[in-house]
């Protein structure tokens, strides 16, 4: 079992920062593909960024050049760098681990963004 735990939400301007970040438990982190997601209420989840445990990325379109996902092997955790926040960035945001061997996906409780226009 994975446990992930999120943390940094909060209630900011628009235009504003916050980082969020996403502690995973497991002695190969290193090796899990971890995604952050996100839920706006009466939307589906989407995927907003995810990292390999090589270190490549992946954005979708509405958040490339404002938001960036890294990650720091030695202590479990992935973080996601959100810039000039708008108001539709508001949702509650999930960090999701997904183990390659053996199989598993994880999920934590999520945290709530709010971007007040």
């Known amino acids: 079992q994975v446990h992930v735990v999120e943390s940094g939400g909060g209630l900011v301007q628009a235009g504003g920062s916050l980082r969020l970040s996403c502690a995973a438990s497991?002695?190969?982190?290193?090796?899990?593909?971890m995604n952050w997601y996100r839920q706006a209420p009466g939307k589906q989840r989407e995927l907003v960024a995810g990292?390999?445990?090589?270190?490549?990325?992946n954005y979708v379109d509405s958040v490339k050049g404002r938001f960036t996902i890294s990650r720091d092997n030695a202590k479990n955790t992935v973080y996601l760098q959100m810039n000039s926040l708008k108001p539709e960035d508001t949702a509650v945001y999930y960090c999701?681990?997904?183990?390659?061997?053996?199989?598993?996906?994880?999920w934590g409780q999520g945290t709530q963004v709010t971007v007040s226009s």
């Open positions: 497991g002695t190969i982190f290193s090796t899990y593909m």
């Open positions: 990292i390999t445990g090589g270190g490549t990325t």
């Open positions: 999701n681990a997904v183990r390659p061997s053996p199989l598993g996906i994880y």
